[in-house]
């Protein structure tokens, strides 16, 4: 038997939220996404202005974790998980640590996409799902060599995970997601009739 290795792996972390700190009841965290949104007019002026579908808090506000205290049980939760994920990713971090430096609600509504993105300037990134309606959107992921493959040909459809160009994951409310920054992805059409609510973040070395 030959022996044949995965090479460049490319981690993906997902766990349950409450395995790590405080519980958080995701209803009390649909209700503060949903209380912060209504109450934030300036973000909603500019998803209106830059056509975003649903509701984001990236550009409007940055202090979550001051305004909510679930917010601050949140990142006490997640800076748990990130650490459990950086040592999985063999990191040397000498003296400093991963910290958080933003963390953001979306609201996507039915018919809202995020097109492919990645998250500049921050080491991991991650995602935690606080409402997922029946038949939402799931997270795809892209093999960041893709641009590297012209000449290859496409994978079966029944490939193993790790040799498939893209991957689509469906986490379920209280999972948390995370992966390195620089992979990219996006949210396919929502096509619930409810919203699907989400809270991202990025944490980077200092
Ligand atoms: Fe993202």
């Known amino acids: 038997m030959p022996q044949i290795d995965s090479l460049f792996v490319t981690?993906?972390?997902?766990?349950?939220l409450s395995e790590h700190g405080k519980s958080i009841d995701p209803q009390e965290l649909n209700a503060s996404c949903l209380g912060i949104?209504?109450?934030?007019q300036a973000g909603q002026n500019w998803c209106e202005e830059n056509e975003f579908p649903g509701y984001t808090s990236y550009a409007s506000l940055t202090d979550l974790p001051w305004r909510s205290p679930i917010f601050a049980d949140l990142v006490a939760s997640l800076d748990k998980h990130v650490a459990a994920f950086a040592k999985d990713c063999a990191f040397d971090l000498g003296d400093k640590k991963l910290q958080l430096e933003d963390i953001w609600i979306n609201i996507l509504p039915q018919g809202g996409i995020h097109t492919a993105h990645i998250h500049p300037h921050s080491v991991v990134s991650g995602t935690t799902?606080?409402?997922?309606?029946?038949?939402?959107?799931?997270?795809k992921f892209e093999d960041p060599r893709l641009?590297?493959?012209?000449?290859?040909?496409?994978r079966l459809k029944d490939a193993k995970p790790e040799l498939r160009n893209f991957i689509y994951a469906k986490p379920d409310v209280g999972d948390?997601?995370?992966?390195e920054s620089w992979l990219?992805?996006?949210?396919?059409?929502?096509m619930a009739e409810e919203?699907?609510?989400?809270?991202?973040?990025?944490?980077?070395?200092?």
């Open 147 to 154: 641009q590297m493959m012209m000449a290859a040909p496409t």
């Open 37 to 40: 949104a209504d109450d934030d």
């Open 129 to 139: 799902y606080v409402a997922m309606p029946t038949g939402t959107s799931a997270i």
């Open 184 to 190: 990219r992805h996006e949210v396919p059409m929502n």
């Open 195 to 206: 919203e699907r609510i989400s809270v991202s973040f990025n944490y980077g070395w200092s």
């Open 176 to 179: 948390v997601l995370l992966w």
């Open 11 to 16: 981690r993906l972390y997902r766990a349950k």
